[in-house]
């Protein structure tokens, strides 16, 4: 396929182009739930399948980025599409393109539409890929209902580099009438998320104003104005997995669910590199007496919310094994877990050209007062750093291109 020359390009020509040559696939979709946001996106959509689908619905899902497999993107009324489906369909969306300049999100994206308007389901919850307004999946005339999850900094030479800008963004999903539900914001974001529903007549459903969530007593406690849910605390960990379970709960009840599919969205979930605990494969071997965890965030949001679920865990030394995109800032991304690491082993992202310098890596890190070392590889970096503390916590992050390595080589594919 004839990709255009920019991995990133912003724009819906191309995508209007290649979805009228396939048929204009974007017209003949389940009811559309859309997910834009900066973090939180991937969670809360997992969530919302546990519950849909606990509920009896055929639910489609696109995600993006894959872990391990392309395969995952797609899931077509709750599996993994197939090799042989995906083959024929790509094929079918090369010839359409018929040598036109398309991005890989662009093709890809268009193909997916077409399985989806092909295999019946009862809906789709599709994901941005970045930001909102000019994004591949904002095609869709009118979903049923839109979901912006919280805004933070991240893609800022593409998305803007004010919080105000990327909000904006996002809000670009936003459909003249069709309500949205609003998760955790900044006020400077929400400002934005509320001026532009303003204009377009959406009925906001946002939390802090229309629904409330939080934990109490080992519960999750969560009430809008149809009543209060008192649920079990999320299967995914983390305290920002209240926030996320929040939101996906304001989704559902705007749907019309009731409680058994909300509790099963909040215990049925499964969303791979997320604060994902490691017990078995290699790295485990590894490091048998250690406590290893894998995630994929890979900013300073991210980052923040790993630093909430580790000092939410029993105190034990933490050690970080961190690779990060050469595009990426690791000093961002590594300041809110500085005070929480004993160490950091920094190595490159396996079969990654666009990976950071090892040595650049300690050397940010370093900066921030965080006792770093190189190493060649993951397994080496978790052996080296259960010989020095065989009783460590070894948190493995940075990057979703590095987890879906790691869980490449555990064999787990991310595709529960």
């Known amino acids: 396929m004839d990709l255009h020359p920019k991995e990133i390009d912003l724009s819906l020509d191309r995508t209007w182009r290649l979805l009228d040559a396939l048929g204009n696939p974007q017209d003949s979709l389940p009811p559309v739930i859309h997910i834009a946001g900066t973090n939180g996106k991937g969670s809360t959509l997992a969530m919302l399948r546990a519950g849909l689908e606990h509920a009896g619905k055929r639910v489609h899902a696109y995600t993006s980025p894959h872990l391990v497999r392309f395969h995952e993107r797609i899931r077509l009324a709750g599996r993994e599409i197939s ?16 040598g036109h300049a398309v991005t890989f999100f662009e093709a ?35 979903p049923n209902l839109t979901v912006i999850t919280p805004v933070a900094f991240d893609h800022q030479a593409f998305l803007g580099d004010t919080l105000a800008a990327i909000a904006s963004e996002k809000a670009g999903i936003l459909k003249r009438g069709v309500p949205c539900v609003v998760g955790r914001q900044q006020e400077e974001a929400l400002d934005v998320i509320e001026a532009a529903a303003a204009r377009l007549g959406v009925p906001l459903i946002a939390r ?39 939101t996906a709960l304001a989704a559902l009840r705007a749907l019309g669910h009731g409680e ?52 939410d865990l029993p105190r034990r030394p933490t050690h970080l094994v961190f690779a990060i995109l050469a595009n990426r800032d690791p000093a961002d991304v590594l300041a809110p877990l500085a005070e929480l690491a004993e160490s950091l082993t920094a190595i490159a992202i396996p079969d990654e050209a666009a990976s950071a310098a090892p040595d650049d890596v300690a050397d940010a890190a370093s900066q921030l007062g965080i006792p770093a070392s190189v190493a060649p590889d993951v397994t080496v970096a ?12 070894i948190v493995i992050c940075g990057s979703l291109y590095l987890a879906g390595k790691v869980l490449e080589a555990a064999g787990d594919h991310g595709s529960t």
Request: aromatic share 4%; with cysteine.
């Open 83 to 98: 090799e042989d489906a995906l083959c024929e369909l790509l094929e079918r969306t090369l010839a359409a393109n018929a």
């Open 208 to 246: 802090g104003q229309h629904w409330h969530v939080w934990e109490e007593r080992g519960r999750l406690v969560f009430q809008d104005e149809q009543g209060l849910l008192d649920l079990p605390l999320p299967v995914l960990t983390g305290r920002h997995q209240i926030d996320n379970a929040g």
């Open 108 to 142: 890809t994206t268009c193909a997916a539409f077409v399985a989806y308007a092909e295999v019946p389901g009862d809906v789709l919850l599709l994901e941005v890929g970045m930001g909102g307004r000019m994004d591949t999946t904002n095609v869709v005339s009118h």
């Open 260 to 311: 058994a599919t909300c509790e099963a969205a909040v215990t049925r979930a499964v969303w791979p590199a997320r604060m994902q605990r490691l017990r078995h494969g290699p790295l485990a071997a590894a490091a048998p007496d250690a406590e290893l965890w894998l995630d994929g965030g890979h900013n300073a949001h991210a980052s923040q919310a790993i630093a909430a679920t580790l000092a």
């Open 382 to 393: 978790v052996r080296e750093i259960a010989d020095r503390d065989p009783a460590a916590r």
